[in-house]
């Protein structure tokens, strides 16, 4: 997604088009759109805005709140949903979609579900029931590692502040076959070096070269 113009772009730009219209002329969005370094489509937006405003004396923004909402009845929604929560507290998200989906006729997602409750404040202590957690995450290996960092990570172990990353390394290397080399009696030390460093794993493959992991 591309980032919002400055404000202060956005109001040259409305000056530019404005003048362009006060002498009875169409503006030039390309040419506009060149000189503030900016797309055709940013300009042509608020071309069409000023358009509108000029035509009607108003611009209609857009409803607020998530899409699928916006033709429901947001009040049934909302009561069908406290009602699930004070009936079973630990209710799981899903539940709560597939019920509202039953009673009211109205499918929603569980992330769409979730930003609803919290918009309206619904005491809801579940939270379970979303789409699958991935450990592998950016979010989730920082959070992994602030937590060892601080000591109080349970999947350090031994290694003290491990990471998720080498976790994964690990177990991608035990399910990697053992290269064995017909010619490792003949392979010197710094080949097998290269050749364990792509194929192998130091510490254990070692033995198949003759030489030990450098």
Same mark, same amino acid.
């Given at each position: 997604?591309?980032?919002?113009?400055?404000?202060?772009?956005?109001?040259?730009?409305?000056?530019?088009?404005?003048?362009?219209?006060?002498?009875?002329?169409?503006?030039?969005?390309?040419?506009?759109?060149?000189?503030?370094?900016?797309?055709?489509?940013?300009?042509?937006?608020?071309?069409?805005?000023?358009?509108?405003?000029? #035509?009607?004396?108003?611009?209609?923004?857009?409803?607020?709140?998530?899409?699928?909402? !916006? /033709? @429901?009845?947001?009040? =049934?929604? *909302?009561?069908?949903?406290?009602?699930?929560?004070?009936?079973?507290?630990?209710?799981?998200?899903?539940?709560?979609?597939?019920?509202?989906?039953?009673?009211?006729?109205?499918?929603?997602?569980?992330?769409?579900?979730?930003?609803?409750?919290?918009?309206?404040?619904?005491?809801?202590?579940?939270?379970?029931?979303?789409?699958?957690?991935?450990?592998?995450?950016?979010?989730?290996?920082?959070? #992994?590692?602030?937590?060892?960092?601080?000591?109080?990570?349970?999947?350090?172990?031994? !290694? /003290? @502040?491990?990471?998720? =990353?080498? *976790?994964?390394?690990?177990?991608?290397?035990?399910?990697?076959?053992?290269?064995?080399?017909?010619?490792?009696?003949?392979?010197?030390?710094?080949?097998?070096?290269?050749?364990?460093?792509?194929?192998?794993?130091?510490?254990?493959?070692?033995?198949?070269?003759?030489?030990?992991?450098?």
């Amino acid at each position: 997604m591309a980032p919002q113009l400055p404000k202060e772009v956005v109001s040259a730009i409305e000056v530019a088009i404005n003048i362009a219209y006060s002498q009875n002329k169409r503006p030039d969005l390309k040419g506009i759109a060149a000189i503030f370094n900016t797309s055709y489509e940013a300009v042509r937006y608020i071309n069409c805005r000023i358009r509108t405003i000029i #035509t009607t004396g108003t611009y209609p923004k857009k409803k607020p709140g998530p899409k699928l909402l !916006r /033709g @429901a009845n947001q009040e =049934e929604i *909302e009561q069908c949903v406290r009602q699930i929560v004070e009936q079973k507290p630990e209710v799981q998200l899903k539940e709560i979609v597939s019920v509202v989906k039953e009673r009211l006729d109205v499918e929603l997602g569980t992330t769409t579900m979730s930003r609803f409750i919290k918009a309206k404040g619904i005491p809801f202590i579940g939270g379970q029931g979303g789409p699958p957690r991935n450990p592998y995450s950016k979010r989730n290996i920082k959070k #992994t590692l602030a937590m060892s960092a601080a000591g109080g990570s349970e999947s350090s172990g031994s !290694r /003290g @502040a491990g990471s998720v =990353e080498g *976790e994964q390394d690990e177990n991608r290397d035990e399910n990697r076959p053992m290269y064995c080399s017909p010619y490792a009696p003949a392979i010197s030390d710094q080949n097998a070096a290269n050749l364990l460093s792509i194929y192998g794993r130091p510490g254990q493959d070692y033995v198949a070269y003759g030489s030990p992991y450098s």
